[in-house]
């Protein structure tokens, strides 16, 4: 603690005077320094807030390769795109068995991203899964139709919130409520996710 003399000499209150200066120079640093950092690591409430994660870029869509897959030209060269907060029913997974309305998640992704559609990538926190795939929220560009929440809302997916990628976790929870409500899509077909498609047969 510092202690503060109440008639200091000119020499001492030079020194309190620069010692002050400093000490003002670095909280404004730290804070700066933490200003930047909550707006990019903090809680959901700050990024849904913020609502302006970072874009990954303009893309264009190359082929589907499941539900909630995407393979898209991005820079000149091809990425693999896991659509964030969604998890649709497995149809090429190489250690699940093919799942209860999955062709028909997979044929409606392709129906609304036809290879050669624009899209605009937008991405969270994490850039990439543990697989390397491209983590984002697709819009197509068109109409600015949100793929991931479409997907959702129509019953084709259920919840899948992976922290810290939750800018729009609210919004894939109530789209899925609702469908599951209304009983569309897997929930009246299926009776929920993760059914093989064998028990459904």
Request: hydrophobic fraction near 40%.
């Amino acid at each position: 603690m510092v202690a503060w003399r109440a008639h200091p000499s000119p020499s001492t209150a030079s020194e309190t005077t620069l010692v002050a200066g400093r000490l003002v120079a670095g909280v404004l640093v730290v804070g700066l320094l933490a200003g930047g950092c909550s707006s990019w690591r903090g809680g959901e409430a700050t990024r849904a807030a913020s609502a302006t994660p970072a874009v990954a870029g303009a893309a264009t869509v190359v082929r589907v390769v499941d539900g909630d897959t995407v393979v898209v030209s991005l820079d000149g060269h091809h990425e693999r795109i896991r659509l964030i907060g969604i998890d649709t029913p497995e149809t090429v997974s190489p250690v699940k068995p093919v799942q209860c309305y999955g062709k028909q998640a997979s044929d409606h992704t392709k129906a609304l991203l036809p290879p050669g559609t624009a899209v605009r990538l937008v991405r969270d926190v994490e850039a990439r899964d543990v697989y390397g795939r491209l983590l984002a929220y697709v819009y197509r560009r068109s109409d600015g139709l949100f793929v991931n929440l479409e997907l959702a809302a129509d019953g084709y997916a259920s919840l899948l919130t992976y922290p810290p990628n939750v800018a729009h976790a609210p919004q894939f929870r109530d789209a899925v409520a609702s469908a599951r409500r209304r009983d569309v899509g897997l929930w009246r077909t299926c009776g929920g996710p993760g059914v093989p498609a064998s028990v459904r047969s």
